[in-house]
């Protein structure tokens, strides 16, 4: 009978309906194991990290943990990989024991170099698809920000938390005042160096009451 190693991973999002939990995962491969006669001889959940993330423990847990010419059964590849690199990583650590990857949703069989191509050319997409959610994610945090919702521990420059609504930003005076500065200077085509020099010079303070660095002034003419 061959024996097999399940691996789940889940890396929670907000209004991520369509992504199944490690409890659902792990159902779902027990059903392919059983459908096909392996004997699970363990489960290892990664409950809330990326697939970006080669540092994981239990995945590299799991793929010690498998016996030789055993299977490593996923739910889909993008659980083990949301990079090409990784992804070959992985492929090369499982193949080096003798064992094969079962992913029971979306997997291409085989072991020819086409399928080796179709399988990176997938971990490609998974790994576009990933930077765009990030990039969305990203862009949706800002437009909240700009409404006036609070959606980090600190308010961003030239906002305040609202001492009566602590989910709520309300402008801060006095940074106002600077960021008034910060497009006057790019009005009169200011560049980002020249721009930090003049908010020491008239020591203008940033939020920390430090002084100002291009990163600093990068992150603010970023929001403008």
Known sequence: MTEAIIYTRFSPRKNADTSESCEIQEAICRKHAEDR????????HDPDVSGKDEYRE??????????RGGRLIVFKRDR??????????????VAARGCMIDAVSGDVEGDGPEHTMIRQVLAAIAEYERKLI???TSFAMKQHQKNGRRMGRYAP?????????????????REQKVLEFIRELIGEGRNQGQIVRA??????????????????VAKIIERM
């Not at 006669?37 to 290892?44: A, D, P």
């Not at 990079?83 to 070959?88: A, H, I, P, T």
């Open 37 to 44: 006669g392996y004997q699970v001889l363990q489960v290892f």
């Open 58 to 67: 239990k995945l590299w847990q799991a793929i010690e943990a498998l016996p």
């Open 80 to 93: 083990l990989a949301r990079n090409v690199y990784l992804s070959e990583q992985i492929n090369r650590a």
């Open 134 to 136: 990030a990039l969305r």
């Open 157 to 173: 420059y030239g906002s305040k938390i609202d001492p009566v609504d602590s989910t709520i930003l309300i402008p801060a005076p």
């Open 199 to 216: 908010l020491n010079k008239e020591r203008l303070g940033s939020a920390r009451g430090k002084k100002w660095n291009s990163k600093s």
